[in-house]
């Protein structure tokens, strides 16, 4: 207990707990929910858990202060990405400290964060806030910010519009006003197979994936020679990119499928939408035509893979000035990742991206967080629950 009789806990006990549960995307979240939730309750939040359609995964409002006033979202996802394969130190999902470093898959990216958010939260509870805190728990960020959208679709029913919201990416506490948007799909070609001793009386589907690889890679260059710039990010224009390609069995088949999966990830004065959809034009455009020409049942077909928006925060919004006033920093940045927060920010609550951690560390062998990241992200939290004092 603090001295004004406020219950303490220990972000990194917390994490340590949070660590230990195995939230791999391709795996249940609900243990971790249970316990978050069951956590919450018990320091007077209201809580309301909203499920995905099979059941098996579930995100959290989790609500602090007068609830029927604007104010303040703090966002993190709760899944993190496989450590299967990667030369760990010690086992990924048990805390272990070292020099002040908390080692651990999602340490950085991004337990830290909530673990800080759940320390606080007998801290907000105390406080006589004039206006409400909110903490939104997501799943199946790293697969495409798939979990937040049905968290984000509740807003309306459960508070009024937030005033912003703070997403706890991995920043190092830097204010990140700006991250690019994705857009990605794959496109399946199909032709038409024979013996390759006849090759021209086939269709070949890989000739065909490999004439729009060519054209997504063309449209990268100009893009990177003559399109739009923003020099605050580290790739400072869109990029696009095909990175996935399957087709073909045989040597002496002509092959009759080949799928490629390309993204394109764009700057604020570009849309993503909109340039894999002129790359999907010319292939329906251009190569359906030629296909179809030797065999009417040759074609594409396209299946959306990820798509997000992105970030384009203006420094003079007052999210962004408050951001930097409570974490004591005068500049900004943007990064070239994906996160929550385009899309906070496309449903009209205006966001920026802050985190105690490191981009760097995140997705590798021994990822980790440090005791003096956890302290620098609870005394901007300290600052934010003062802001919102009565």
């Known amino acids: 207990m603090t001295g004004n009789g406020i219950e303490t806990v220990d972000a990194a006990e917390i994490l340590a707990t949070l660590v230990a549960f195995d939230t791999v995307s391709d795996r249940s979240n609900l243990p971790l929910i249970d316990w978050i939730e069951e956590f919450a309750r018990r320091h007077g939040a209201a809580v309301t858990r909203v499920s995905d359609e099979t059941g098996t995964k579930a995100g959290l409002w989790i609500g602090l202060g007068p609830l029927d006033r604007p104010g303040y979202v703090l966002s993190g996802h709760s899944d993190v990405v496989p450590a299967d394969g990667q030369p760990w130190s010690s086992d990924p999902f048990r805390l272990r400290e070292e020099g002040g470093r908390l080692y651990g898959r999602g340490t950085s990216d991004m337990k830290g964060?909530?673990?800080?958010?759940?320390?606080?939260?007998?801290?907000?509870?105390?406080?006589?806030?004039?206006?409400?805190?909110?903490?939104?728990v997501s799943y199946d960020e790293e697969v495409g910010c798939l979990g937040v959208r049905p968290l984000i679709a509740r807003m309306g029913d459960l508070f009024p519009k937030p005033l912003g919201c703070f997403v706890g990416e991995p920043t190092g506490m830097e204010?990140?006003?700006?991250?690019?948007?994705?857009?990605?799909?794959?496109?399946t070609f199909t032709g038409r197979a024979c013996h390759s001793a006849l090759a021209p009386q086939g269709v070949n589907a890989v000739e065909y994936?490999?004439?729009?690889?060519?054209?997504?890679?063309?449209?990268?260059?100009?893009?990177?020679?003559?399109?739009?710039?923003?020099?605050?990010?580290?790739?400072?224009?869109?990029?696009a990119l095909s990175s996935v390609?399957?087709?073909?069995?045989?040597?002496?088949?002509?092959?009759?499928?080949?799928?490629?999966?390309?993204?394109?990830?764009?700057?604020?004065?570009?849309?993503?939408g909109a340039l894999t959809a002129a790359a999907v034009a010319y292939a329906e455009e251009q190569?359906?035509?030629?296909?179809?020409?030797?065999?009417?049942?040759?074609?594409?077909?396209?299946?959306?893979?990820?798509?997000?928006?992105?970030?384009?925060?203006?420094?003079?919004?007052?999210?962004?000035?408050?951001?930097?006033?409570?974490?004591?920093?005068?500049?900004?940045?943007?990064v070239s990742y994906g996160t929550e927060a385009g899309l906070f920010d496309a449903a009209g609550v205006p966001s920026v991206v802050i985190?105690?951690?490191?981009?760097?560390?995140?997705?590798?062998?021994?990822?980790?967080?440090?005791?003096?990241?956890?302290?620098?992200?609870?005394g901007f939290l300290r600052r934010l629950i003062g802001e919102c004092r009565g």
């Not at 060519?214 to 990010?233: C, F, I, S, T």
């Open 113 to 136: 964060f909530l673990a800080v958010c759940l320390a606080l939260l007998p801290e907000m509870a105390a406080e006589p806030l004039a206006l409400p805190l909110h903490i939104a």
């Open 175 to 187: 204010v990140v006003l700006g991250h690019k948007g994705k857009s990605a799909a794959r496109v």
């Open 209 to 239: 994936a490999a004439r729009f690889i060519e054209h997504v890679r063309l449209m990268a260059e100009g893009l990177a020679r003559e399109g739009a710039r923003d020099g605050l990010y580290d790739v400072p224009h869109t990029t």
């Open 245 to 272: 390609v399957r087709g073909g069995s045989a040597l002496n088949i002509v092959p009759d499928t080949c799928s490629v999966d390309f993204e394109v990830r764009a700057i604020g004065a570009d849309d993503a």
């Open 287 to 334: 190569l359906v035509p030629l296909m179809r020409a030797a065999d009417p049942a040759c074609g594409i077909t396209v299946e959306p893979l990820i798509a997000y928006p992105g970030l384009d925060t203006a420094p003079e919004a007052e999210i962004a000035t408050l951001a930097k006033r409570l974490a004591g920093r005068n500049a900004h940045a943007k």
């Open 355 to 378: 985190g105690p951690g490191s981009i760097a560390r995140a997705h590798r062998a021994d990822e980790y967080v440090t005791r003096g990241e956890l302290d620098a992200c609870a």
